[in-house]
């Protein structure tokens, strides 16, 4: 896990419907996991008690243990996130996509944390030199001002909000305190939720361009594709 510092960033873009209007945003300190989700951190966590929903411990399509998990719905990512509380002791949770477009940018703005443009010798991004797969967490070796990696490609990442089509309802509230979802009504934040939820990041099998810091996809919450996987935040007090 790794610090990410409180601050404030201006939040999405202008040159896309579903990311605008940009806006200045507020997050609180926390903490988020330095790569996403491994196989081998997904069948530790799937091993314990279960909390609301039984677990897959080997969902995977490209096999590996220091690959990210993948194959794995917005249901059973949070369901890995309760048992890992339980286990731990302290408040695991997906990021809320304020705070994972904080972290990913890392205090930059321009359309990936490491610049304007992006190659498949930069991330796990959709392209004709591309591996069409998985590749393992950190394989680029590129992290961000954070020692974040992955952010760009590998697997689209989870976030905690409902979907929205837009920041433009986007509650006063919100943007001075980006630790809390947008939720229309508290059944939102429910594991039995029916709501579509964000993803972050792009992708090994899409188009670079979905891989922009302020891209923003969103599907139904018990669905399943070897392009999903997330990473985990911690708002309170850890253990190291």
Known sequence: MVKIPGGEFWMGSDESDRASPRHLV?????????YPVTQAQWRAVAALPPEELTLDPNPSHSQGDDRPV?????????EFCLRLSAYVGATYDLPTEAEWEYACRGGTETAYHFGDEITTDLANCGGPNAPQETTPVGHYGIGNRWELYDLHGNVWEWCLDPWHGSHGDKPAALQEDGSRPWLDEEID???????SRLLRGGS??????????????YDVPGVRDYSYGFRVVCRGPRTP
């Open 26 to 34: 507020k997050v609180p300190e926390f903490y988020m996991g330095k």
């Open 189 to 195: 934040i429910s594991l039995h939720s029916d709501k």
């Open 70 to 78: 993948e194959t794995v719905s917005w249901r059973e990512a949070r």
């Open 204 to 217: 090994w099998n899409l188009s670079p361009r979905t891989c922009r810091s302020a891209y923003r996809n």
